[in-house]
């Protein structure tokens, strides 16, 4: 098995309490990092893909809406928009060759694909350098033949060689072993159209018109100052996010720029907002989430858009302010806003009725142990 050969916790030591903290296997010197890429099956080579063209865009854009994740019924495909990968892919710091692609040499057809994002995590008191490793995909032909260990290992070396020695990733599958699991909570904002495509179901004894008038939101926010985030709020934002992520045993270290390229509202991927106080126009509270196009498999009406969150409040109690995250949601003709247990969500999922998803997302560090498994709630941390 590949996940035995790695340094991350292993099932059968998770009984084991006494297994030293952080790091599982100590850093070499980077001349040590193997220099050739690893062996790909001879009809497949590595390439690095260049985001910035949109050639290549579009290439690993087809790939993953045709290839990537879905959900447990394949109903849903996560079809991320060229906007949002360009964005995912392009944080302050960024390596190009950790973008990589495996590509057909004789047709030169794109047939797999893995990232990774450098990032400041904060796990405890420590903040440690990290890969952020997401978009693993194999095209459905060619899956089950272990190139996804491959890749990983390539990804792993890429990530080596920039003197990095830890990463963080999400699944929706277990594997050795999560520091914590999560759960999915959507809250419906177009009820008629979720049904119509089976993402929810009218369940027995509602009627359409009951369903209806359950999620019907107010047209506009209702804290007073509630408005979309602007660049001169980006030092105000950056102090509430660092002060907010604080309480979490896992949380990303993020500094202006970080938050003007994760947070500051971008066309088709984030949009974020602000309390501005009517009294001394101080910026009390912030909330933000991204779009994440999703593809409705057979079925005419095409592509619903999700949004997942990260959110902050210090004046504004958290369910009102999410209050408003939905209202403005609904307003940008979103179906459905999502989010994870994660964070202090716990304290406004129900009451805003969001309802349980069908799955599970499992969070991951790689070569890195923690002292317990976390709650959710103890986790400050969303990927895309
Ligand atoms: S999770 C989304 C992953 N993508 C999808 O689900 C898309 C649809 N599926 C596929 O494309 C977000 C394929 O099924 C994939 C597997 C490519 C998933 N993570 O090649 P084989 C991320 O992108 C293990 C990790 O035959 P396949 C996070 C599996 O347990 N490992 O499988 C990515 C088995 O190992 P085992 C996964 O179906 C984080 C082996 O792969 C996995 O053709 C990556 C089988 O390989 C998954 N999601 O391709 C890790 N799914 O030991 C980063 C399966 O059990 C680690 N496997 O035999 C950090 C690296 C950086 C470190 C830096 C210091
Ligand atoms: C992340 N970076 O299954 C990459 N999504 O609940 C890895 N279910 O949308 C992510 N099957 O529950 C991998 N509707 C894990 C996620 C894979 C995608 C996935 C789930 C999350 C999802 C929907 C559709 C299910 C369709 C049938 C779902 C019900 C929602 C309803 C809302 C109102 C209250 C009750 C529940």
């Known amino acids: ?21 952080g790091p599982i296997e100590p850093p070499t010197h980077i001349s040590e990092v193997k220099e050739e890429p690893y062996n790909l099956p001879n ?22 809406s045709n290839n990537y994740v879905e959900d447990d019924g394949n109903m849903f495909r996560f079809s991320y928009s060229k906007e949002i990968l360009r964005w995912a892919l392009h944080p302050p710091g960024y390596y190009k060759t950790w ?78 072993t999560p520091i914590t699991s999560c759960q999915y909570w959507h809250r419906s904002l177009n009820p008629k159209k979720l049904i119509d495509i089976g993402f929810l179901s009218l369940g027995p004894g509602m009627t359409m018109s009951r369903k209806l008038n359950l999620y019907k939101l107010p047209n506009s926010p209702r804290t007073p100052g509630f408005r979309k985030m602007e660049f001169r ?58 779009t994440l196009p999703t593809s409705i498999l057979g079925h005419p009406t095409h592509s619903i858009l999700k949004a997942a969150y990260s959110n902050v409040s210090t004046k504004t109690p958290l369910v009102h ?41 499992h969070y991951y560090l790689y070569n890195y ?4 498994i976390l709650r959710p709630c103890e986790l400050g941390l969303v990927l895309l």
Request: hydrophobic share 45%; with cysteine; glycine share 4%.
């Open 1 to 21: 098995m590949f996940w035995e050969t790695q340094p991350v916790g292993q099932f059968k030591d998770l009984r084991n309490a006494n297994l030293p903290k």
């Open 43 to 64: 009809l497949y080579e590595w390439v690095t893909c260049d985001m910035n063209s949109e050639d290549t865009c579009d290439e690993v854009y087809n790939l993953l």
């Open 99 to 176: 973008h990589i692609g495996v590509r057909v040499k004789s047709s030169k057809k794109l047939v797999a694909f893995i990232t990774g994002i450098p990032a400041r995590m904060r796990v405890r008191s420590e903040i440690v350098s990290m890969a952020e490793v997401n978009f693993l995909c194999v095209h459905k032909k060619l899956t089950s033949q272990r190139l996804a260990p491959v890749m990983i290992k390539e990804v792993t070396r890429r990530v080596h060689l920039e003197n990095i020695w830890q990463a963080a990733y999400t699944a929706g599958v277990v594997l050795p």
């Open 233 to 290: 709020d980006v030092p105000a934002v950056t102090r509430l996010l660092r002060a907010y992520l604080m309480q979490f045993v896992v949380a990303p270290d993020f500094d202006e720029l970080d938050v003007e390229h994760w947070i500051l509202p971008k066309e088709e991927a984030v949009d974020s907002y602000v309390v501005e106080s009517p009294e001394d126009h101080k910026i009390t509270d912030f909330c933000s989430f991204y």
């Open 321 to 361: 302010l999410m209050n408003d995250a939905l209202i403005a949601a609904k307003q940008k003709d979103f179906d459905v806003f999502s989010a994870l247990d994660v964070m202090h969500n716990e304290t406004f999922l129900k009451e805003l009725k969001f309802g349980p998803g069908g799955s599970q997302l």
């Open 369 to 372: 142990r923690i002292k317990d």
